[in-house]
């Protein structure tokens, strides 16, 4: 019971994340909220592994953090520098 409240809170706090990525002032939030998205996706999927009992799906959801943490990072590169790679 309790991780299916996390799970819709959580769900929820995505939802606004959504509101910062349509309408952020700037482009480092729009960042940040999609980050947050991702991060969120992620702990929503170690729920419903925990749930179901398919511990596969939590190496799925640290997979789908680890490609977002670099993707974050590819894009903030690229917006400083203008460049990805050295």
Do not use: E, H, W
Not at 34 to 55: E, K, S
């Amino acid at each position: 019971m309790t991780l299916t409240i996390t799970g819709v809170i959580l769900g929820f706090a995505a939802f606004i994340c959504l509101y910062r990525v349509a309408k952020g002032p700037t482009l480092p939030d729009r960042i940040m909220a999609v980050n947050i998205i991702g991060t969120t996706t992620a702990v929503l999927l170690v729920i419903i592994a925990t749930q179901i009992g398919q511990p596969y799906i939590i190496d799925i959801a640290l997979t789908y953090a680890m490609l977002g943490f670099l993707v974050t990072l590819c894009v903030s590169r690229y917006l400083t520098t203008g460049r990805i790679f050295s």
